[in-house]
């Protein structure tokens, strides 16, 4: 396990032209930075990281601070996590989640920076007034960095100027029903008018893509004969690739008309893949995000009524699964996030199983560096590209490469220590988010998350460091 003990002696002047001495001083036989894994000692003063060395840097023997981890020879330095699609649901769905346990949870997944999205808190983001209500209930609450996606609904384009203004990293939309009757979705011309918006606002659209007419069509699997509501292939059914398909294509038209940037949100559709290719050789700024789920879980293994697999989009066949690999691995996708999305115990409808009815949302914001490294490992993608996926480029999309999402001198030190062979089997009862509800349950996972550190300090669980971020820099 990790150590820190408390030095003395006189601190020497830093190779960086600083002469205070470091807070802290880690010393890392292994460590992911922008140059690749390497032995590194990292110094961090007022929160920041002062010094980056290699190891064996002669410099390096002459570092002292008021603290010192030295790496176990198993452990990796990592960044801190970007985690940027994030439902924290506070206030006004309070008893699905909430700030405290989300970003707990969030912490000791090792993920120092999550961005909430706008729906499922009432009031949702969608006006200046309903930011600075969920500002108001985060404040002196959260144990990472937050920050906040602004909402686009029907009517609500006025509104988009102010709550850039107010600190927003973009805003998100809904192609098809969102679920809560509070954030209703948009058609391809209230689409196209937000994202013309955004772009004069110089921040992305962030977009749930499915289409609602593909949607309405497949409705009808449910009541085909032998239909079983508690089969995953029923559900299945209800949502297909080409709902995803046919969205993402309207997404790609939008960008064409107005220039913007747009961001597909959760991509579950390997059909889809060659569209996101096809906008980017064309110039456009379209880019995608996929999960962890849709990275590792298997739509034919859900067992008869496990509704704690049901998200939308949903989880498809194995070979979806593989070709969103190889898209993250071609740079179609750019990034993996968890979409933590969690809800009341009572709303996956455990009793009957009915995947129906049940509310569709995976809470995995604790889990998701090791489902997707225990998956990566597997097929032999080295850590780095997953830091990658997880850290640097989620903090590029928000506009935050230098600070947050990379070990680089001057970023914020948010540091993660991973075991990453260490394994573990998922017991619901330790997870930090606010309901032990997950199909990861059981699961044999790679990759212990030892430690995690915000700007310097270990994040306890019991003390709220987190700050609450504006998307021009500096603290909301």
């Not at 830093?14 to 110094?43: K, Q």
């Not at 500002?135 to 609500?156: E, I, K, L």
């Not at 449910?222 to 949502?239: I, K, N, S």
């Not at 080295?382 to 990379?406: C, I, N, Q």
Request: aromatic share 4%; charged share 20%.
């Amino acid at each position: 396990m990790s150590s820190s003990r408390p030095e003395g002696g006189v601190s020497p002047s830093r190779p960086d032209g600083g002469g205070s001495r470091l807070d802290l001083l880690v010393r890392a036989a292994r460590a992911i930075t922008p140059e690749g894994e390497r032995a590194v000692v990292l110094g961090v003063a007022g929160g920041r990281i002062a010094v980056l060395l290699d190891a064996d840097d002669p410099a390096a023997a002459g570092l002292d601070a008021d603290r010192v981890l030295d790496l176990a020879d198993d452990e990796v330095l990592l960044p801190g996590l970007v985690d940027a699609h994030v439902h924290v649901n506070e206030p006004g769905r309070t008893a699905w989640e909430g700030f405290d346990s989300a970003t707990r949870a969030a912490a000791l997944g090792g993920v120092t920076t999550v961005v909430d999205m706008p729906l499922n808190s009432v009031p949702p983001t969608t006006t200046v007034a309903g930011l600075r209500a969920k500002q108001d209930a985060a404040r002196g609450r959260v144990h990472v960095d937050t920050g906040f996606w602004g909402g686009v609904v029907p009517g609500n384009t006025p509104e988009l100027a102010g709550l850039v203004a107010e600190g927003v990293f973009g805003a998100k939309c809904f192609t098809a029903p969102s679920g809560v009757p509070e954030f209703g979705h948009v058609d391809a011309a209230q689409l196209r008018e937000a994202l013309a918006e955004l772009h004069r606002l110089g921040v992305p659209l962030l977009v749930h893509a499915e289409d609602p007419g593909v949607l309405a069509d497949a409705e009808g699997a449910v009541h085909e004969p032998g239909a079983d509501p508690r089969a995953f292939a029923t559900f299945l059914a209800t949502r297909p690739a080409a709902a995803e398909d046919a969205a993402v294509a309207m997404v790609v038209a939008a960008a064409r008309a107005t220039g913007g940037r747009v961001h597909v949100v959760h991509l579950a559709s390997a059909t889809a893949l060659p569209l996101v290719a096809g906008a980017r050789a064309l110039g456009l700024a379209v880019t995608a995000e996929t999960c962890p789920h849709y990275l590792t879980l298997d739509a034919d293994a859900v067992p008869a009524g496990a509704t704690e697999f049901k998200c939308c989009p949903p989880v498809r066949d194995a070979r979806t699964r593989e070709a969103l690999w190889r898209g993250l691995r071609d740079g179609v996708l750019d990034s993996v996030v968890s979409d933590h999305s969690p809800c009341t115990p009572e709303l996956k409808d455990p009793a009957t199983g009915d995947f129906t009815t049940a509310w569709g949302g995976i809470a995995s914001v604790q889990l998701g560096l090791p489902v997707v490294w225990t998956g990566a490992r597997g097929r032999g993608v080295p850590l780095a590209e997953v830091v990658g996926w997880m850290a640097a480029a989620p903090a590029a999309r928000l506009g935050l490469t230098g600070r947050k999402g990379s070990l680089t001198v001057g970023g914020d030190a948010d540091l993660t220590v991973l075991a990453p062979e260490e394994e573990f089997v998922v017991d619901p009862a330790a997870l930090a988010h606010r309901h032990p509800v997950t199909p990861y349950a059981g699961a044999r996972l790679r990759g212990v998350v030892r430690s995690t550190w915000l700007r310097g300090q270990q994040v306890d669980g019991r003390t709220p460091r987190g700050h609450l971020l504006h998307a021009a820099g500096g603290i909301a």
